[in-house]
C-alpha cells in the first residue's frame, strides 16, 4: 500500500504513476522501446493514472525482476521521492515476477494487460461488453493468485465463504474457478437471445462490412459520417467496445441489395490473451463480414506497425482471408491536398494493399470514393455468390 494511501486517507483523484518498458537489444518487432512506452503513457492516462516519470531499460535479456538490478534501485528511489502509487510495466509481468517487485517497491504493481483490462473495464457498457472484461480480468487474476485479500474483496468473497481444511489460495482460485464458469454460463445465455434476435432480423441480400482497426484511428469518426452515426468518436484509447451496426448508403446497388456497417471495438500492440479469450466470442462473429474496412491513423509516425498489428489479430482469429479495403484516414493531418505529397509511410501501406482509400473523417475527404469502392466490391463478389454471406448464416447485429 502507498505511504500517501493509508486505509483512513481518501483516495486522490488520480494516481501517480510510473512507467517502466524495456526494449530487448535485437528485437525485431519494429516497435521502438519510446513508441511502445508512448502508447503506454496514453493507456496509463485513460485508466486516470498521472504519468509522473518513465524509466526505458535497453537489456540484451529479459530480467527476473524485469530492469536490471542498478535500475531497480533507481525506481525505488524516485518511487521515494516522487510519492508514486502505482508502477507499470509495459509488459506481461509473471505472476511470481509481479510479487517480487511489489515486495521490492513497497507500492502496487500492475503490467501493461492489467491497464488494459481496467481501461475496458471502464468502457464496458453493455451487458455482454461487461461479462466479457470481467472474464477477462478473472481470467488473468486466476494464475496470479497468492492469497492477496484485496483480490478476495473485489470478487466478493470473504469471511464465511472458505470450506473447512482449505488454504486461502486454494479457496481464492475455487471462487475465481466457480465465477468464470458462471459467467461463461451468463454469456452463453446472452449470446444465444442475441442469435435469436438476428435470425430473426436475418434478410436475404444484405451484405455485412466490419470496421476493423488499432484503436483510435477513427474507425467510429468513418461509421458516424457513413451512416446516421450516433456512436462515440473520442480522442481516447478503447472508446469503442461494444459493437453497433447500422444502415449503410451505397450508391445503386445491383439487384436492389443493401449494406449494414459494424463498428467494433479496437486492437491494440500487445493486446493482452486474456482479452482475445474473452472477446473471442464477439471477434469471432467478424466472420459474418463480407468486407472488411481496415482503418489505419494514417498520420501516426507508427501506421505501418499499427496495420501489421491489426493485420495479425486477424490472421489468428482466423479471419485474414476476408475481402479487406485500407481506409487510410486523418489524411487532413499530413497535407492540405490528398492529391498531393505523401509520406513514405503511407506509401508503403498503399503499396502493400490491393484495394485502399485515402480519407479524412474529420472532413469529409474521401467518403463518397469509398463507398463507390466498396459498392464495387459487394457487387463482383454478390455476382459470384447469389447470396452474401452474411444472409446465408448471421446478420451482425446492434447489441
Ligand atoms: N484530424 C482528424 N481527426 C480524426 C479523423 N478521424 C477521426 N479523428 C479523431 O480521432 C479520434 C479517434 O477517433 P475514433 O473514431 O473515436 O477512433 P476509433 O478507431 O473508433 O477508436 P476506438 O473506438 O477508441 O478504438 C477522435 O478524436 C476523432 O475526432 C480524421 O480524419 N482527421
Ligand atoms: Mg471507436
Given amino acids: 500500500m502507498s505511504r500517501r494511501n493509508g486505509p483512513h486517507q481518501t483516495r486522490p483523484k488520480s494516481e501517480r504513476a510510473c512507467l517502466v518498458g524495456v526494449g530487448l537489444r535485437g528485437d525485431k518487432s519494429g516497435w521502438a522501446l519510446e513508441d511502445s512506452m508512448a502508447e503506454l503513457a496514453d493507456l496509463a492516462r485513460a485508466a486516470n493514472a498521472e504519468v509522473v516519470a518513465q524509466i526505458p531499460q535497453l537489456l540484451a535479456r529479459p530480467a527476473r525482476t524485469y530492469i536490471g538490478r542498478g535500475k531497480l ?20 509481468l509473471a505472476p511470481a515476477q509481479q510479487k517480487l517487485l511489489e515486495d521490492e517497491l513497497q507500492v ?43 483480490h478476495l474483496e473485489r470478487l466478493g468473497g470473504g469471511i464465511g465463504t472458505r470450506g473447512p481444511g ?10 475465481v474457478r466457480t465465477r468464470i464458469s458462471r459467467m461463461k454460463k451468463q454469456l452463453r445465455k446472452v449470446r444465444d437471445q442475441r442469435d435469436a434476435q438476428r435470425q430473426n432480423r436475418a434478410r436475404s441480400r444484405v451484405s455485412v462490412i466490419s470496421l476493423v482497426g488499432y484503436t483510435n484511428a477513427g474507425k467510429s469518426a468513418i461509421f458516424n459520417r457513413m451512416t446516421s452515426g450516433g456512436v462515440i468518436a473520442r480522442n481516447q484509447l478503447f472508446s469503442t467496445l461494444d459493437t453497433t451496426t447500422r444502415q449503410l448508403h451505397l450508391p445503386e446497388m ?23 479469450a474473452a472477446f473471442r466470442a464477439t471477434l469471432e462473429e467478424m466472420d459474418a463480414a463480407d468486407l472488411f474496412l481496415h482503418v489505419v491513423d494514417a498520420s501516426h509516425r507508427s501506421a505501418v506497425r499499427h496495420a501489421a498489428v491489426v493485420d495479425e489479430v486477424l490472421d489468428d482469429l482466423g479471419l485474414g482471408t476476408i475481402p479487406k479495403i485500407l481506409v487510410l484516414n486523418k489524411v487532413d493531418r499530413i497535407t492540405d491536398d490528398p492529391a498531393g505529397d505523401l509520406p513514405d509511410r503511407v506509401h508503403e501501406l498503399m503499396s ?29 463478389s454478390t455476382s459470384k455468390d447469389a447470396v452474401p454471406r452474411a444472409a446465408q448464416a448471421t446478420q451482425a447485429t446492434q447489441v
Fill in 254 to 276: 445491383p439487384g436492389g441489395s443493401s449494406a449494414v456497417l459494424t463498428d467494433t471495438v479496437g486492437f491494440i500492440h500487445k493486446l493482452p490473451a486474456a482479452v482475445v
Fill in 166 to 175: 482449505e488454504t486461502q489460495i486454494e479457496t481464492d482460485r475455487r471462487l
Fill in 108 to 150: 502496487k504493481v500492475i503490467d501493461r494487460s492489467s491497464l488494459i483490462l481496467d481501461v475496458f473495464a471502464q468502457r464496458a457498457r453493455t451487458t455482454e461488453g461487461k461479462l466479457q472484461i470481467e472474464l477477462a480480468q478473472s481470467e488473468y487474476l486466476l494464475p496470479r493468485l497468492a492469497g492477496q485479500w484485496s
Fill in 73 to 92: 534501485e533507481e525506481l525505488k528511489a524516485l518511487v521515494y521521492e516522487e510519492e508514486i502509487d502505482v508502477v507499470i510495466f509495459d509488459d506481461e
Fill in 352 to 380: 502493400a494493399s490491393r484495394r485502399y482509400a485515402l480519407t479524412s473523417a474529420e472532413l469529409g475527404w474521401g467518403i463518397d470514393n469509398l463507398r463507390g469502392l466498396i459498392a464495387e466490391d459487394l457487387s463482383s
